[in-house]
């Protein structure tokens, strides 16, 4: 978990019987860690290293992860675009990608497949202030929530990890994050400013976006996170300091779980 007022990274160790976490000792980032992200367990480094989106210090952290403490080592950065809030692997953990917030780009990097380590930058155009970028489960495509341009930026990913052909489709107002489910078949933006969800259908061709339906939620929405089987959804809810549940339709459509 990212601390932004404190500059450093909490680690916890979890209960694989109930899920209780025991926090370790926390680990030093760069200043205003906004967003942390593991290796994923599709990729040959799965779980090995770790990757901070540094705001305010306009960089990346790697970290190697202790597969047996869990403990963060080796910290080493490099450098982004402007206030970069997100970072995200893509599922082969061969890229890594960050929405950079006030220079309005996406970062992308090569991921050494020995040492965990970010290589060969090149920055992508984004709407205005990205504030999340994400992977589909196929690694074919990038989606980015443009806060301050209302919109959704697609991108298709070229076999060199380049995002290219982007089209923009509206969101709501702000939107915070963007979110696929583990099929690829919906997406889910956190619209902070008008309360809602934002869903969307996904040509699994193209990538393209199609607006399904907007969910009313709590107050602020700050992100959507989806279950791994795909049949609920949780959004935090920043201001109301709330999380609204909700079960996933056949289309996609979210329906609020009392």
Do not use: H
Not at 58 to 74: E, P, R
Not at 151 to 177: C, F
């Amino acid at each position: 978990m990212s601390n932004t007022s404190s500059s450093n990274i909490s680690v916890y160790t979890i209960d694989q019987t109930t899920g209780a976490l025991t926090a370790g000792t926390p680990v030093a980032a760069g200043t205003n860690p906004a967003s942390v992200t593991i290796i994923p367990s599709t990729a040959t480094l799965s779980g090995q290293f770790a990757y901070v989106a540094n705001r305010s210090s306009n960089t990346i952290s790697v970290y190697k992860i202790d597969q047996t403490s869990g403990a963060l080592t080796d910290r080493t950065d490099v450098a982004a675009g402007t206030n970069p809030n997100s970072v995200t692997i893509d599922p082969s953990g061969k890229f890594a990608y960050a929405a950079n917030y006030s220079s309005n780009t996406i970062s992308v990097y090569k991921i050494d497949q020995t040492t965990g380590a970010l290589t060969g930058r090149t920055d992508m155009a984004a709407g205005t202030n990205p504030n999340s970028v994400t992977i589909d489960p196929l690694g074919k495509f990038a989606y980015t929530a443009n806060y301050n341009f209302d919109t959704i930026s697609v991108y298709k990913i070229e076999t060199s990890g380049a995002l290219t052909g982007r089209t923009d489709v509206a969101a709501g107002t702000n939107p915070n994050s963007i979110t696929i489910d583990p099929l690829g078949k919906f997406a889910y933006a956190a619209n902070y400013s008008s309360n809602n969800i934002s869903v969307y259908a996904i040509d699994q061709t193209t990538g393209a976006l199609t607006a399904v339906t907007t969910v009313v939620a709590g107050t602020n929405p700050y992100v959507v996170v989806i279950d791994p089987s795909g049949k609920f959804a949780y959004v935090l809810n920043a201001v109301s300091s709330t999380i609204s549940v909700y079960q996933i339709g056949a289309t996609g459509e979210l329906t609020p779980v009392p």
